[in-house]
């Protein structure tokens, strides 16, 4: 419902970074640089290269017949040189169905991020740029939509289209565009409030030019941070709905969805329920990381 | 009379926070008599606040350092007490310290009232029986000596304006009549009017309580209008001192000086345009070799870019500059 | 403050009335006939069309709406289940105690947790148990919500046997494994938020100016930027709270608890719309009472805003 009277603190954080960030960002070489120069986001980056590699090129490495074959003479298999992660309750292989399932998840949280900050962002910015009764309208429109908690709106889409990869993307999308509606707006009214910014209407430039030339460039710092955090928050979300049957159906492989068919065999053969949460924390977890290192290295101030 | 309250030698200030530290003041002296009035002039960047800070050791815990020098208040080395000690003892107590931004030095929610008892609780509790002081009645006394009525102790800071604020930080620096007041750009902040106001309001008391006070400015208005002795800061170090006759009437100055009453306007001799200093303070993470000023000095010498001069003193007047020890050297050659 | 707190709760009626607008405008769209769901796939045509009329499910969109709401501010009906026949009323309010037990319980351990660690990690910055405590939290924020609950099954229900697995017939025992599931992630999210707001309120003037005037070090962080620190963070709570109550309709389901998140789940596979659209507008209730304390509350501790709302 979310009137509030003081902007969240994430918000606060993020109105502060893009004050900052507008303020004088350095050059793309220098983000770069910076950011090799963080451990964490190094880590990060390199684990992330190894799944996305995976992900495209998992038909030319792995046959795609194993992720669906079944195999009774092999099932609940722990972990071996020729099953890495073990074999599930069919005899297919965990390893294979892994990577298979990756480009489902890494999918749905990319496409859905890319959907959610576009619409949101364009309302945002809207929003900011012209203010008045539009913000007004856009911003009332938001509150509500920020009232019903971000899973069980996308619970309700789903329960009215229908159990599927495209009606999970919408789900979240819908979720989560208000949340990027503010964070742009406010980042955007950051900028519109700037002397940069004056300086330019003042030197006679349209609002188009305005909006190419100073707005949508410095606003694209923080909105690529919290995009690279957002994925990772997405596709916990996505996993979690599969998991509750409510995403991706079997027998095509998702990550939530296999944890949630290991479910019968947590006490007998826990690694098939721990295995893939492994690597769906390890991937959340370098998305935050990497988000975390692209602010540091974008305004190096921020850091403690 | 002249009793000697505050003695700083040789004090050198280090900020550490990347591979190269920052030095922020680079050995200074300086010394202030009881119930004396000293202004610390600078541009920003000089090392005034730094300097402040050293001494009530407020210093930031892991970045700053103080690498060598020592800093005697009333006969004992600050920079030896315990953590504790300086708390109960100095902070507050013997030493108060008025910041440059009143609008962000008070708490914004506690009540004023609540803000200047606190300063007075915490010293009271290490007091023994009958020194103690009473602390509503000391609040209500302290507000209408900084002219603001007692009535209102139960407001909040933003119902205050600036002056108003920096007339309630005034009043919490004063509860316990400090030996030692240290006021850092106290008018900065503030509208030139109020700026008069809140200046004579501090110099009044000051000579009521009788209190010494280090007043740190970039201001030499201010200055020759409240102080009684005068050190100028440079990257860090002091390049002249002196009384306020050495510094407004003597007519040996460090070339530094004869550059920053340069660039004030005088209504009284019509100058064309103003002479600004030429050129940018030394970055203070690699200061150049000399004389930190010999870049940007008009006198500049072969020397100056090699060795840092030693302090000419006339009287109370030294002067940290070849120009004046060179001389005095030819001149002991020529006897 | 009174005139306040009246005009938030009157504000609360279109935020609501918006909430309701936008599910049971989602809800709209689920395919299929309730007719056919009701009675059962072998009815006649005519029987069909006569409940059809009765439910008024003829009639345009913006009229089943508005007799939708009129019908819970009159009598609070919320309908029929098309799953159980019963009034949805009745099948929601079962279930409500153990879900505000799960969220409550949740948000309290999170704050107890988040708060004070967060609080502990700021004033020993660069220490080690402030890195340990910045890598648990970011993993941890990492971590789906089920996973963490089939974790905590397995180490302490199935290895150890000290706590059950699922249902809530073990009393507070059944709770203690959901609240750690829902709670420990915002909890982690509470911590960093308190410990980088306390960083920055640390480095603040007024802290400067009172360790200046000689105040002890526990009482500048305690009292002076604690008290500053804790209006975003109390946000952070509320907001928090939202996603709790989501949260715990996953671990509602891993733990078998009788609550509404499990319904929901129940009443979407049977496309239930009357009971999904109930759970959804109670819980956005919910939400929107705890978001409603969370700003009384900030007039309560910021004297600037307190004298905003008294004007």
């Known amino acids: 419902m979310a009137k509030l009277t003081f902007k969240s603190q994430k918000r606060k954080e993020n109105e502060e970074f893009a004050l900052a960030y507008t303020r004088g960002h350095s050059m793309t070489a220098d983000i770069w640089r910076r950011l090799l120069r963080d451990k964490s986001s190094v880590v990060s980056m390199g684990f992330l290269c190894i799944i996305f590699l995976l992900a495209i090129f998992a038909n030319l490495l792995f046959d795609e017949a194993l992720v669906t074959a079944q195999d009774y003479s092999a099932t609940n298999q722990p972990p071996s040189f020729e099953h890495w992660f073990g074999t599930d309750l069919y005899g297919r292989d965990i390893f294979i169905r892994m990577v298979f399932g990756s480009r489902v998840s890494l999918a749905i949280g990319i496409i859905t991020m890319a959907a959610s900050m576009i619409i949101g962002g364009l309302l945002g910015a809207i929003a900011a740029y012209f203010g008045g009764k539009l913000d007004g309208i856009i911003m009332r429109v938001t ?9 069980l709106l996308a619970l309700c889409v789903v329960a009215a289209m229908g159990a599927s990869a495209v009606s999970l993307i919408v789900a979240m999308t819908v979720a989560s565009i208000p949340g990027n509606c503010r964070l742009v707006r406010s980042t955007v009214l950051g900028i519109v409030d700037t002397e940069y910014v004056e300086a330019a209407r003042a030197s006679g430039m349209r609002n188009l030019g305005i909006i190419i030339k100073e707005i949508i460039p410095n606003s694209l710092g923080p909105i690529i941070v919290v995009s690279t955090q957002g994925i990772a928050n997405l596709m916990l979300t996505a996993s979690s709905l599969s998991y509750l049957g409510m995403g ?40 935050n990381l990497l988000g975390d290192g692209l602010r540091d290295a974008m305004d190096p101030r921020l850091k403690d | 009379m002249s009793e000697k309250l505050l003695d700083i030698k040789n004090l050198k200030v280090q900020y550490k926070s990347g591979n190269v530290p920052v030095c922020a003041v680079n050995g200074i002296d300086l010394s202030l008599n009881k119930g004396e009035t000293l202004g610390l002039v600078g541009e ?28 005697t208040f009333d006969g004992q080395n600050l ?10 003892l100095i902070r507050g107590e013997k030493i108060s310290m008025i910041f440059q931004d009143p609008m962000t030095s008070l708490n914004p929610v506690m009540t004023v009232g609540e803000q200047i008892a606190e300063a007075i609780e915490y010293h009271n509790s290490t007091r023994e029986g009958e020194e103690k002081i009473p602390v509503d009645e000391r609040v209500n006394e302290v507000l209408e000596m900084v002219g603001i009525p007692a009535s209102r102790k139960d407001e909040y800071p933003h119902q205050f304006s600036g002056g108003m604020k920096q007339r309630v930080v005034i009043a919490m620096a004063l509860a316990c009549e400090p030996e030692l007041l240290i006021a850092d750009e106290p008018t900065t902040a503030l509208d030139v009017t109020i700026q008069a106001q809140v200046l004579a309001m501090m110099s009044e008391l000051r000579d009521k309580l009788g ?47 004869v550059g920053l009453f340069g660039a004030i306007p005088n209504l009284k001799v019509e100058t064309r345009r103003l002479s600004p200093i030429e050129g940018l303070m030394p970055d203070p993470s690699e200061l150049p070799s000399g004389c930190y000023f010999h870049d940007r000095c ?17 009287g109370t007047h030294s002067i940290a500059c070849h120009l004046f020890t060179k001389k005095g050297v030819q001149e002991d050659k020529d006897e | 403050m009174v005139k306040y707190t009246v005009k938030r709760l009157l504000l609360l009626i279109p935020i609501l009335l918006g909430v309701a607008f936008i599910i049971f405008t989602i809800m709209d769209f689920t395919p299929g006939d309730p007719a056919i769901r009701i009675l059962g796939p072998e009815s006649s045509v005519e029987a069909r069309e006569q409940l059809r009329v009765e439910l008024g499910l003829n009639q345009p969109f913006l009229i089943r709406f508005f007799e939708y709401i009129k019908d819970i501010v009159l009598n609070l009906d919320f309908g029929e289940s098309y799953r159980t026949g019963n009034p949805v009323f009745e099948d929601v309010f079962a279930r409500v105690p153990v879900s505000l037990t799960l969220a409550f319980s949740g948000m309290v351990l999170a704050t107890v947790m988040g708060l004070p660690l967060g609080v502990y990690s700021a004033v020993k910055q660069y220490s080690k148990s402030d890195s340990f405590l910045r890598v648990a939290s970011t993993v941890l924020v990492a971590m789906p919500t089920f996973w963490l609950a089939m974790l905590l099954i397995l180490v302490f229900a199935l290895y150890l046997g000290w706590l059950p697995s699922g249902g809530v017939t073990a009393g507070w025992m059944s709770y203690i494994l959901p609240t750690i599931t829902v709670g420990v992630p915002y909890g982690s999210k509470i911590l960093r938020m308190t410990r980088s707001t306390m960083l920055e309120e640390i480095r603040q003037d007024y802290v400067r100016t009172a360790r200046a ?21 109390i946000t952070t709570i509320g907001t928090s709270f939202g996603a709790i109550m989501g949260g715990s309709v996953i671990a509602e389901s891993v733990f078998n608890m009788p609550g509404l998140g499990q319904l929901i789940v129940l009443s979407i596979e049977a496309k239930d719309t009357p009971c999904v659209l109930a759970c959804v507008l109670l819980l956005a209730f919910f939400f929107a009472v705890v978001m409603l304390l969370v700003d009384l509350f900030y007039a309560f501790v910021d004297p600037r805003i307190k ?5």
């Open chain 1, 248 to 287: 991706i159906q079997p027998p095509n492989p998702e990550w939530g969805a296999m944890i949630a068919e290991a479910r019968e065999y947590l006490r007998s053969d826990p690694y098939m329920c721990i295995i893939p949460g492994i690597v769906i924390v390890l991937t959340a977890l370098s998305f």
């Open chain 3, 213 to 233: 005037k000689g105040v002890p070090e526990k009482v500048v962080i305690y009292k002076h930027s604690l008290q500053n620190a804790l209006l975003p963070v």
């Open chain 2, 211 to 257: 209190t010494a006070m280090i007043l740190i400015t970039h201001d030499l208005g201010i200055v020759a209008s409240i102080c009684d002795k005068v050190a100028i800061m440079y990257a860090g170090k002091i390049i002249e001192a002196g009384s306020l006759e050495d510094i407004y009437v003597s007519k040996e100055h460090h070339p530094y000086t």
């Open chain 2, 298 to 314: 008009p006198h500049c010498m072969e020397i100056c870019k090699h060795e840092y001069p030693d302090v000419y003193t006339d």
């Open chain 2, 44 to 71: 920003t960047g000089a090392g005034k606040t730094t300097t402040a800070l050293a001494i009530l050791r407020l210093l930031p815990e892991r970045t700053g350092l103080i690498p060598e020098g020592s800093i």
């Open chain 2, 79 to 88: 920079l030896e007490m315990s953590e504790e000690d300086m708390r109960t």
């Open chain 1, 143 to 151: 509150d509500m939509f920020m009232a019903i908690p971000e899973t």
């Open chain 3, 307 to 311: 004298a905003k709302y008294s004007k």
